[in-house]
């Protein structure tokens, strides 16, 4: 079965359950959510998630719990060697982040690997690593994966070549638990060419494993390839194209994993349930959005 779904959001009153039921609405097999907002720090306890509730919901509708990723905020910058307390925060957040995952009970959780704001890569990529071992010094991950995205390398980012995802990888003292977030809209955006994605899987398969691959962000572009700018189009509407990103979807090496859009809403309103019916039917309808 396709493993497929959207960004959701997680807010009061109902945060997991209303989260599970929104992707529900959309007709999803997969969801991810934020623990709170993308942008701040501040987060409520995991009791008013109401996680049990939500456990309940998934039975019910047939919604496997497997398929609930994470995504840490991205104000965490474990690259950070300029503010000693942009680092600091970004550790010790981590280690709660986690401990909420686990609360929820999913087993992916989503990081942006972090920007080294003008200290150069080598020193971002060594702070990097420096903090993922913190992270997994003060809490025991089990079967949890921190996923760490490939990005656009908008800025200072690191993490927008696999060479650099495998040098974290292989820098730090237990990679167990780090996974890998492969986002479509990304990897273009930093030059991989997503008409042959074949040739980049196997790349990816070289630099990294195909292994070590944990969810699939499906996101088109608004830019042209190598553009360096991370600016996601609606699927079909961008520089990839819809076929393309069908190829992605459907790629018989990437079936176990799931494929989470986070595509911009159009006239102020979510476009998964149409994308997703639109990707289930694998037909590209240029109309999509007409009648929103
Ligand atoms: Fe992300
Ligand atoms: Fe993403
Ligand atoms: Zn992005």
């Known amino acids: ?56 919901y998934m039975k019910e509708v047939g919604f496997d719990p497997e398929n609930i990723i994470m995504h840490a905020p991205y104000i965490i910058n474990l690259a950070n060697t300029v503010k000693p307390e942009v680092f600091e925060l ?4 981590l280690v709660e982040e986690i401990k909420r995952t686990q609360a929820i009970g999913s087993k992916v959780l ?3 690997p972090g920007s080294h704001v003008k200290a150069g890569e080598e020193l971002g990529l060594l702070q990097i690593i420096k903090g993922l071992d913190l992270v997994s010094e003060q809490v025991d991950m089990g079967d949890l994966k921190i996923a760490l995205e490939t990005m656009a390398g908008k800025g200072s980012e690191l993490g927008f070549t696999f060479e650099q995802i495998a040098r974290i990888r292989a820098g730090v003292k237990d990679n167990s638990n780090l996974g890998v977030c ?21 790349s990816f398969d070289e630099i990294i494993g195909l292994e070590n691959l944990s969810v699939i962000h499906v996101n088109d572009s608004k830019n042209v390839k ?11 509407f961008g520089e990839i194209g819809f076929d393309n990103l069908l190829e992605v979807i459907y790629h018989p090496r990437l079936s176990h994993l799931c494929k989470i859009l986070e595509t911009p809403f159009v006239e102020k309103q979510a476009p998964y349930k149409l994308e997703i019916a639109m990707i289930r039917e694998k037909m590209f309808k240029p109309d999509l959005f007409e009648n929103l």
């Open 110 to 112: 989503v990081l942006h």
């Open 1 to 56: 079965m396709l493993k497929i779904g959207s960004h959701v959001s997680m807010s009061a009153p109902d945060y997991l359950l209303g989260a599970v039921k929104e992707a529900q609405s959309y007709n999803a097999s997969a969801l991810m959510i934020y623990s709170g907002a993308p942008q701040n720090t501040r987060r409520i306890d995991v009791d008013r998630f109401k996680i049990e509730e939500a456990r309940e």
């Open 90 to 93: 970004a550790h010790s957040f």
């Open 182 to 202: 492969l986002d479509t809209c990304h990897i273009h955006d930093a030059g991989y060419d997503l008409n042959e994605f074949d040739k980049v899987l196997d």
């Open 226 to 236: 190598g553009a360096r700018k991370d600016r996601h189009a609606n699927i079909g």
